[in-house]
């Protein structure tokens, strides 16, 4: 994993979320700790804020962690705390046998292990497909009250 790619799957993200007539920001920059990566607005969804994290290619060992910092894991509890339904959530990139995912993680979980089995949070792309469904994501983040962080 390297910054370079992280921004990258960030933009990605954000270009998405304009592709379909919403709005996606970067929040932090290299001086900022603790903030989530973007702020993803689209219509009909509560704005989102997203940390997102490059794992890269994954073969088989699910087992990783996250990197979430206590930090954001923190802000990201704290944002959750003020609203009904999850806000804030990880995004996770990686490549798995050819394809590349997006998948949703509940701010308080840091292993990606614990939640490997809920294979209705991932969101593929097909390699000629230059957006994720942004929508689909937000959808995901707003109805499961899995994301809805322990207070």
Same mark, same amino acid.
């Given at each position: ?13 954000? /270009? ?10 970067? $929040?932090?920059? !290299? ?6 990566? $973007?702020?993803?607005?689209? %219509?009909?969804?509560?704005? @989102? ?11 088989? /060992?699910?087992?990783?962690?996250? +990197? ?28 798995? *046998? +050819? @394809? ?7 701010? *308080?979980?840091?292993?990606?292990? *614990?939640?490997?089995?809920? $294979? ?7 390699? %000629?497909?230059? !957006? ?20």
């Amino acid at each position: 994993m390297s910054v370079k790619d992280e921004i990258s799957f960030q933009k990605e993200i954000i /270009d998405s979320a304009k592709s379909i007539g919403g709005y996606g920001f970067k $929040l932090t920059n !290299r001086f900022t700790v603790g903030v989530p990566d $973007l702020l993803i607005s689209i %219509t009909m969804y509560t704005p @989102s804020l997203l940390e997102c994290k490059h794992l890269g290619a994954v073969v088989d /060992d699910f087992d990783r962690q996250t +990197g979430m910092t206590p930090l954001q894991r923190e802000q990201m509890r704290r944002w959750n705390a003020t609203q009904p339904f999850a806000i804030a959530a990880q995004l996770v990139f990686l490549k798995h *046998h +050819g @394809s590349e995912r997006a998948v949703l993680i509940p701010a *308080h979980i840091d292993r990606i292990a *614990h939640h490997y089995e809920r $294979l209705d949070q991932w969101v593929a792309r097909n390699r %000629t497909e230059p !957006r994720w469904d942004v929508e689909a994501l937000l959808r995901i983040l707003r109805r499961d009250p899995m994301f809805k962080s322990p207070v």
